[in-house]
Structure formats: structure tokens, C-alpha cells
């Protein structure tokens, strides 16, 4: 996916050379050229990109979801950011900026803002089940460790109801003797 990616944005694919082979060694030992260099991208586009492109598989997104998810935090920031854009130009002139002194102060005036995107991303509100789902995918073995000591707890838990519910057994080492009426 982050080969597809590369091509769309970049227009080329990431890794080059003269026969398979040699796309295979650039594969393995080079990184590809930065986006930037191609297109004039965002960085968090890059960023995602990058991370699809890791030689470790533990550093890539591990699944489509995930990645989906970041991609739409990034549309969702883009249009954040266009709609800035367009209610500043707005609102600096009180119309639709119409020359290009007037564009230009519009964009002095959002430069001057100290709200960036990553800003405006990171005050999104994440929803607890998608913070939930991240933490227990960052830590899986403390999250797997938890899970088996709760499964523990509750079956020691209902074994310890189970008998203490059970009737009590007749103790062995009580004598008696059953008296019954004589009878001629």
C-alpha cells in the first residue's frame, strides 16, 4: 500500500534499477527519496507514507485500518485547514479577496495565527474506543498479561462461590446410632 501511495502523490515508484534484481537491493538497503522532492505535500502525508514504506514490519502499520484512519485525520485536517484559510480571507478583507495584495495580507494574517494543523489534530476529540484500541495495540503483552490474570480472578472467583453455595458434606468421623421404637 505505501508503494501505491508513493506512486500516486510522487508520480514514480520508490525504488528503481535496471532489472528486478536490482529493485530488489534498492528495496533492501536504501530508503526512498522524500516525497518533497516530487510534490508539494504535507508533512503529515509524507509521514504516513514513510511509515507504510518501513523496512522493519514492526514500525509499518499493521493493519488497513489504522492507516485508513490516519488518512482520514488528514482529510479531515486539510479541510479544517482550507476552511481557515478561506473564513480568514474572508474575514481580513470582509469579502473575497480580489487582488493580490489583498491574498496577500489574508496569508500574513493566517501565518500570524499560532494555531497550527498538528494543533488542531491533536485537539480533535478521540473517541474512547479509539484511544482504547490504540493503547491496547501499543502495549499487547501488558494488555494480554491483564487479560489472563482478570480470567484467573474470575474463574477462582466462581469456583470459591460454587462450593461455598454447595451443601455441606456429612462429616466421617461423627458416630451415631439411630434408635428405633421396639415393637412386640
Not at 494488555?143 to 456429612?170: E, G, H, R, Y
Not at 466421617?172 to 421404637?181: E, H, Q
Request: hydrophobic residues 45%; neutral net charge.
Amino acid at each position: 500500500m505505501g508503494v501505491v501511495l508513493y506512486e500516486m502523490v510522487a508520480g514514480r515508484v520508490p525504488f528503481e534499477g535496471e532489472t528486478p534484481s536490482h529493485v530488489l537491493v534498492s528495496l533492501m538497503e536504501h530508503e526512498p527519496p522524500a516525497l518533497a522532492q516530487y510534490a508539494d505535500v504535507p508533512f503529515e502525508l509524507d509521514r504516513i507514507v514513510t511509515k507504510a514504506l518501513r523496512k522493519n514490519k514492526d514500525e509499518r502499520y499493521q493493519t488497513a485500518n489504522v492507516l485508513a484512519l490516519d488518512l482520514k485525520n488528514l482529510k479531515q485536517e486539510l479541510e479544517v485547514e482550507d476552511r481557515l484559510t478561506r473564513s480568514l480571507e474572508a474575514g481580513v478583507i470582509g469579502k473575497q479577496p480580489t487582488n493580490q495584495n489583498d491574498k496577500q495580507t489574508a496569508n500574513e494574517t493566517l501565518q500570524a495565527l499560532p494555531v497550527s494543523t498538528a494543533e488542531v489534530r491533536s485537539a480533535r476529540a478521540t473517541s474512547s474506543a479509539e484511544y482504547l484500541v490504540g493503547e491496547i495495540q501499543k502495549h499487547r503483552r501488558t494488555a494480554a498479561f491483564a487479560l489472563a490474570s482478570l480470567l484467573i480472578a474470575v474463574t477462582a472467583v466462581s469456583l470459591w462461590m460454587m462450593n461455598k453455595s454447595a451443601p455441606a458434606a456429612p462429616n466421617p468421623a461423627l458416630k451415631s446410632i439411630a434408635v428405633l421404637p421396639l415393637s412386640r
